[in-house]
């Protein structure tokens, strides 16, 4: 069975550190520079914790990468450093929300330090939250992550081609958080006008749930760079790249607001439009 290790046990990766023990691994991270509440669903999720990054690294046979959109090629930087010279050698899976062109960054920089690459996407919320979340990966040892004991996920193999699996999350998370920023922006706008509860009733719950809009808020900060991403990818297609800047506006803006410091995991599920309204008020 082989050992799992983990870079970034926050809810998302702490959740999936817990469907990988579900199906019988070892999983294993450090809380090394991680605050009070990373420390918390770590200990939740039954993950085994090692003093330093470089013990995960020692010891894992896999790595799972699940670190905010901005941070993914300084953590290949950190895990390809830590390879340097040594004699571990795990496969290195990236499951962050990064465009093709950033995955392939990411790539190079772990190949480099001998080290192979799977690229990977997350569509769905974590495990422990909702079981049922789509694991989407690709490059040449993408069936091998694919066939590690998940439970509560799926694991899908998109093709032997680094960047692919980002591609997937990059047109998915487009609509998805596009549809969130647009709802957020139409009760915020609604609310200003003292029209919320006619707009509410109109729209009903077709593009998304008050409680989903202010579950997004919590994440804003994380959001503003995969709308970066997301704006890159597109420009990449041959496609403007100017909607997702603007969504990136959109989620800087949320982030400042009081809503976004809250905590999704305690988030109540019976959340209003109108406390998201005042939960995003100046």
């Known amino acids: 069975m082989k050992v799992i290790g983990l870079v970034g046990a926050g809810h ?3 959740g999936l550190g817990w469907a990988l023990r579900e199906g019988g691994h070892d999983v294993v991270t450090s809380l090394s520079g991680r605050s009070e509440r990373t420390a918390g669903l770590a200990a939740d999720a039954g993950l085994r914790v090692v003093p330093r990054p470089a013990d ?7 790595i799972l990468v699940v670190t905010p959109p901005g941070a993914a ?8 450093a830590l390879a340097g010279g040594g004699s571990a050698r795990p496969l290195v899976v990236d499951l962050n929300a990064v465009s093709p062109t950033t995955a392939g960054a990411a790539a190079e920089v772990i190949t480099a330090a001998g080290l192979e690459f799977v690229d990977g996407s997350i569509s769905g919320p974590p495990p422990t939250v909702r ?7 690709s490059g040449p040892r993408a069936a091998e992550v694919a066939g590690l004991n998940w439970r509560h996920v799926r694991p899908v193999v998109v093709s032997g ?5 980002s591609a997937v999350k990059m047109s998915t998370a ?8 647009l709802m957020a922006q139409a009760i915020r706008s609604a609310a200003e006008y003292d029209v919320l ?8 719950e077709s593009f998304g749930t008050p409680y989903e809009v202010a579950l997004a808020s919590t994440k804003a900060h994380r959001y503003v760079a995969e709308m970066h991403e997301i704006a890159r990818s597109q420009a990449a297609a041959g496609l403007t790249p100017a909607l997702f800047e603007a969504f990136a506006a959109v989620w800087a803006d949320v982030a400042g607001r009081p809503l976004a410091g809250g905590r999704p995991e305690t988030l109540p599920r019976d959340f209003t439009a109108r406390q998201v309204a005042d939960g995003l008020s100046p």
């Open 12 to 14: 998302m990766g702490s």
């Open 56 to 62: 995960v690294l020692a010891q894992a046979d896999v």
């Open 73 to 80: 090629v300084d953590a290949a930087t950190g895990i390809a």
């Open 131 to 137: 079981p049922g979340a789509s694991i989407y990966l």
């Open 161 to 165: 081609r680094v960047g692919a699996a």
């Open 174 to 181: 487009s609509v998805y958080k596009g549809l969130m920023g």
């Open 197 to 204: 509860e006619p707009v509410m009733a109109d729209l009903g």
